[in-house]
């Protein structure tokens, strides 16, 4: 299980839901053992990613986990990985050009991997669209599938009026974002899940 999530600035139905699926499904793997990373965005303010306005920097509550979620912080097989870029898969290369992710994945032997979090048709994709193609020149051995859970991904809405009135700003509809995101994820060999179930946890 791969996951990027934070904080929304709003309270949004999309987003809510991808948090509560992101907690229940966790939760399973960490009852079953399975391994988890999560990756943060913590980004450098002197390193701005363009379009984009500042969001998510390093120190700053946006570039923790969510409430929900903060129990993951004490789970032994979760991997949290703060990154400084969209990418997950770019954003694990250390100095000395190590990745971590993909440390991970050969260290775990992991042949699918189930892929969660915000924003759909931006770090989802990035990373999504990284590891197909690493695992495509053969880099990531054995892994084989890459599934990304509808449910279990959101994005942000920024309405036209709003982008009208806002400078430097584009619109953003959310429905149409994340399904963006979804197909282009789908078009690149990753499988679209509607729905994941591995049994239910014991409550905790």
Request: aromatic share 6%; net charge neutral; with cysteine.
């Given at each position: ?25 966790a939760?399973i ?20 990613e ?30 949290i ?13 250390e ?10 994945l ?10 969660m ?15 197909l193609?690493a ?5 990531l051995?054995p892994?084989?599938?890459v ?15 709003v ?33 994941v ?7 905790l």
């Amino acid at each position: 299980m791969v996951f990027s999530l934070q904080a929304p600035r709003e309270p949004n139905g999309q987003i809510t839901r991808m948090i509560n699926e992101s907690t229940r499904l966790a939760r399973i793997f960490c009852e079953k053992k399975l391994p988890v990373m999560a990756f943060l965005d913590s980004h450098d303010p002197n390193k701005p990613e363009e379009p984009y306005p500042p969001h998510c920097l390093a120190g700053s509550d946006e570039s923790n986990l969510v409430p929900a979620l903060k129990w993951l912080e004490r789970e032994p097989n979760v991997t949290i990985r703060r990154k400084d870029c969209f990418d997950g898969f770019l954003g694990s290369i250390e100095d000395d050009g190590r990745n971590v992710f993909v440390d991970w994945l050969k260290n775990n032997q992991i042949k699918a991997i189930l892929v969660m979090g915000i924003c759909t048709d931006i770090c989802v994709m990035d990373f999504v669209c990284s590891t197909l193609s690493a695992r495509n020149r053969g880099f990531l051995a054995p892994l084989k599938d890459v599934v990304v859970y509808s449910g279990g991904c959101a994005t942000f809405d920024v309405p036209l009026q709003v982008a009208r009135n806002t400078k430097g700003a584009l619109a953003h509809p959310q429905e149409l974002m994340h399904h963006v995101g979804l197909y282009m994820a789908k078009q690149r060999g990753a499988i679209i899940a509607n729905d994941v179930s591995l049994g239910k946890p014991r409550s905790l």
